[in-house]
């Protein structure tokens, strides 16, 4: 098979065309950078593009009294102290600047009386904060920044699949991978990457995410040699749909929390009296999903085993105005009227609160030249992420990696690629269709959906985390061994094989991570320590590539000045 | 358990023929499940395009036993199933493989719409009432369903000509934006073709997210192009006009 490959250069090249690597680019087309995106979907069809409920920011349109001193204070108290401080400050304070410039970009928000962005109440924020479009937010936000890239002059390939990150010496020097659509390889060379690529929740089987979450970026940063932090948090959304079987796992939007839904048991009873009786349905995600999940378990459960969620208390037509793909994809999917009738909602495996550890103003990861913004990159939402403040780290974070990448684009020259490095590359892409009779990629993918749902979910021990590490242990040995037949035009098996390697790695960091931290917070809940401890709330679980090995340490949470310190502990 | 029998195209550029699988039927099963299903455990290269799953991204476009759908809406019990249910690539776009079609033409569209070009000075204050229409443009999801579906795309083939009633929503999402300071309209007369449009609704059928493609876009686009350049009472001034001046 050839190995031949096209080449392509750019000052800063982006993986990931999502929300986060949209607005990366941005920022570094406004430095005059020449900026490629790479994407494995087509341009548009990335997860941001299923957000529902909002972006938070604290603009005060709804709540005057809201500003950045409470919506920070939400972020760190929702992320359990967890959070680099100093990026929950960044992303407090810029976050409505970054808003109000996807509305001067042409998004169209839903809007208040007086012709303001109007706001919505979310779980975990104070005030009312979400700026939000019915509940397709998402969409209104990667289209305004997809329109914008394309007409300003962002080159977009799309389709195509990193692999690889090639490097001389320290520091980055391109990336590798393959079209999709025809097979062929592609070297794309490069004085600053960015990586914007999104989380890993296709590891488990219950999620709300699709095909593309394998946690490439984090991988691919890894196995550069970059750190990855926080991979024990994981967070399951307490409400993903449970009936029918297919579309178990698919998101229920928390704005239907957000509008005023409640949550009862088979009995009837609003069972959120007993877990957060001050917050209610509005809980933190973390509070709700083992709410939801410990009812099921003592039998409280309902026919499907989930809960009921029920907004048909509001009148039908405002039901349908504010949350219209929700009425559809209940009626369309499971035969049910929300506006007359509860839902059956259960957790699924939702977003990575962990990723690439980076630098709070500038995005820039350990490694010389990579970057890394929203779900790819750690930081700012701690042991668990509040609503909504997702959609505000990607437009935030990704402009200042974009800055940031730009800015060192111009302070560096290009740099030679290492041919060795790119046949290895190549070498390992086309592995399973040498091998002959090994095992399919399928398989292998549902053996580990399986392992990461029943062993690192929400509730966790360490029997077994450690069966876990065994059993991935046995998978990768497995997928050392896949084969895959047919040729390289757009062959689903064969692209398994490549987003498999990358699901191993960050799924044993998770694991590794969660088995370390003897704790319960946020969203790592431990049953044999269901306490939070000090000592623990003052280490970050750090991953390194050691070699051929995966390292683990634990590096101590950056110290919040004490004006922040006392603005997290008043009591409000 | 019941089984559902499917005959997928499976082929490429060079030409392909009609595959059959059985596959067995769960509750509340789409057609998307049964084609992961298909490409699971019976044919490990069938090429499919999804992401969502819940019929917010616009990637699972299919002919399903000739009706243009999203297979991850389309429901199995809504199809019968005594004889097989036909799934195929969308017609008016080239093959690429299986299910899978080359959609890029709609990207090369899209690049020559002039963006949004907001009014000198605005206070950035709308009211809901005057985005309601436009937001209802922008819930498109770029499916391409419709683009599939319009005879002068799919019998015609006017790709040079025309640009297909996806762009003309675009199109009307930007000239009804409440400021937007830009005008579209020759655009849309010579270089987008609206002029090709006959209004024969199929577009609007297809929509997956019931926008009213031609009531709420295409025409009211049609109108404004006849009030810019064909006004019929500039005309008839011009034409009293005329009959004066021979009068006199
Ligand atoms: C159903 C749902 C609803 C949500 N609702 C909300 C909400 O209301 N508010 C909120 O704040 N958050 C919400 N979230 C979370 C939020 O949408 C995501 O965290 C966020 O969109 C991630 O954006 P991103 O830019 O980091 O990545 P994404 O938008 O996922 O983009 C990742 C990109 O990386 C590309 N990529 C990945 N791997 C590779 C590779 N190897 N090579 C090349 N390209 C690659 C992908 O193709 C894609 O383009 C929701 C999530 C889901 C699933
Ligand atoms: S109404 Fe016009 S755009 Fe729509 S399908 Fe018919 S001809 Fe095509
Ligand atoms: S207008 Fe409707 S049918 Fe056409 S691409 Fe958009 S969502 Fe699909
Ligand atoms: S998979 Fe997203 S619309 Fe069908």
Redesign the pocket.
């Known amino acids: 098979m050839t190995t031949e490959y096209e080449i392509h250069d750019h000052d800063v090249l982006i ?7 949209l607005r990366a680019a941005l920022g570094a087309l406004s430095q005059g950078a020449k900026v490629g995106v ?4 087509l341009l548009g069809k ?11 920011a604290a603009m005060a349109n709804v709540d005057p009294a809201d500003d950045w001193r409470t919506h920070f204070r939400d972020t760190m108290r929702g992320g359990k102290l967890l959070n680099n401080w100093r990026m929950a400050q960044i992303h407090a304070h810029e976050a409505p600047d970054r808003v109000r410039e996807l509305e001067q970009w042409g998004a169209l928000f839903d809007r208040t009386p007086d012709g303001q962005i109007l706001q919505r109440a979310f779980g975990g924020h104070t005030f009312r904060r ?1 700026c939000h479009v019915g509940d397709r ?2 969409l209104e936000m ?1 289209r305004t920044l997809q329109d914008r890239g394309v007409q300003l002059g962002i080159d977009v390939y799309m389709e ?4 690889r990150l090639l490097k001389d010496g320290d520091r980055v020097a391109g990336a590798f ?1 393959y079209w999709r659509e025809q097979g062929r390889f592609a070297l794309f060379r490069a004085k600053s990457i960015v990586i ?4 890993i ?1 296709k590891a488990w089987k219950i999620t ?2 699709s095909w ?3 946690g ?2 984090m991988a ?1 940063a890894y196995d550069a040699g970059a750190e990855l932090m926080d991979m024990e948090f994981v967070q399951f959304h307490p409400t993903g749909m449970v009936w029918p079987p297919g579309v178990q796992g698919i ?1 229920v ?3 239907v929390r957000g509008e005023g839904g409640v949550l009862r048991n088979k009995l009837g009873k609003r069972f959120m009296e007993q877990y957060d009786p001050k917050k209610m349905e509005l809980s933190t995600r973390d509070v709700v999903a083992r709410a939801i999940y410990t009812e099921v378990r003592e039998g409280r459960g309902t026919e499907h085993a989930g809960a009921y969620l029920d907004i048909s208390q509001k009148p039908a037509d405002y039901v349908k105005k504010k949350l219209p793909s929700m009425y559809h994809q209940f009626k369309e999917l499971a035969d049910v009227d929300i506006t007359k009738g509860p839902m059956e909602v259960g957790p699924t495996c ?2 990575m609160m962990g990723g690439i550890r980076v630098d709070a103003e500038t995005a820039k990861s350990s490694v010389r030249g990579l970057f890394a ?4 990159a750690a930081g700012l939402h701690g042991a668990n992420r509040l ?8 437009l935030v974070f ?1 402009h200042r990696a974009g800055l940031a990448a730009a800015e060192h684009a111009k302070a560096v020259r290009a740099t030679p690629i290492d041919s060795a490095q790119v046949a290895e590359a190549a070498r390992e892409i086309l592995a399973p269709f040498e091998r002959k009779a090994g095992e399919s990629p399928y398989t292998i993918h549902r053996d580990l959906q399986e392992t990461m749902q029943s062993l690192v979910g929400i509730f966790r021990d360490q029997a077994d985390l450690i069966r876990a590490l065994e059993d991935l242990e046995k998978l990768k040995d497995r997928a050392e061994h896949v084969s895959v037949e047919g040729s390289r035009l757009f062959n689903p098996a064969w692209h398994l094989t490549q987003d498999l390697r ?1 699901m191993l790695t960050v799924s044993e960091a998770v694991t590794r991570s969660a088995l370390a931290r003897q704790e319960s917070r946020g969203a790592h809940s431990r049953i044999d320590y269901p306490g939070l401890d000090a000592v623990w709330g003052t280490k970050n679980s750090v991953v390194v590539r050691k070699g051929d090995t995966m390292t683990l340490h634990q590096s101590p949470v950056p110290e919040m000045p004490s004006d922040l310190r006392q603005l997290v502990a008043e009591e409000k | 358990m019941a089984e559902a029998i499917f005959e997928l195209f499976r082929g490429n550029r060079e030409g392909g023929q009609p595959a059959t699988y059985r596959v067995p039927i769960a509750p509340g099963m789409v057609v998307l499940d049964a084609l992961l299903y298909i490409q699971a455990h019976l044919a490990f290269d069938l090429a499919v395009r999804w992401n ?1 799953k ?1 019929g917010k991204c616009g990637s699972c476009s299919a002919e399903v036993n000739g009706r243009p759908r999203l297979t991850c809406k389309t429901r199995m019990d809504s199809l019968p199933l005594e004889k097989p249910i036909t799934v195929h690539p969308m017609k008016a776009f080239p093959v690429i493989k299986d299910l899978v079609t080359d959609v890029s033409w709609n990207y090369r569209v899209n690049k020559k719409i002039p963006p949004f070009e907001p009014r000198p000075g605005s206070e950035w204050k709308m009211y809901q009432e005057d985005v309601d229409r436009v937001q209802e443009f922008r819930k498109c999801i770029e499916c391409f369903l419709c683009q599939n579906v319009c005879h002068v795309l799919r019998e015609h083939d006017k790709v040079e000509q025309f640009a297909g009633p996806r762009f003309f929503v675009r199109v009307a999402a930007l000239e009804m934006h409440p400021l937007d300071s830009k005008s579209r309209t020759r655009m849309l007369k010579d270089e987008l073709g609206i002029g090709l449009c006959n209004i024969t609704k199929c577009c609007t059928e297809v929509c997956p997210e019931e926008i009213h493609i031609t009531d709420n876009a295409i025409i009211p686009l049609k109108e404004r192009i006849v009030d810019e350049f064909y006004d019929p009472v500039l005309m008839l001034v011009r034409k009293i006009r005329g009959a004066k001046q021979e009068l006199s």
């Open positions: 993986i990931g065309a999502g929300g986060a690597g790479v994407c494995k979907s990335a997860h941001t593009v299923m957000a529902e409920g909002g972006i938070a979400l937010t998402g990667i195509c699949t990193i692999t991978g914007a690529t999104g989380g929740g709300s995410n593309e979450y394998t490439d970026g691919l998101l939007t928390e704005a939702h977003y913004a929203g779900e790819a609503g909504g403040n997702s959609l505000s780290d990607l990704g990358s | 969502c819940a």
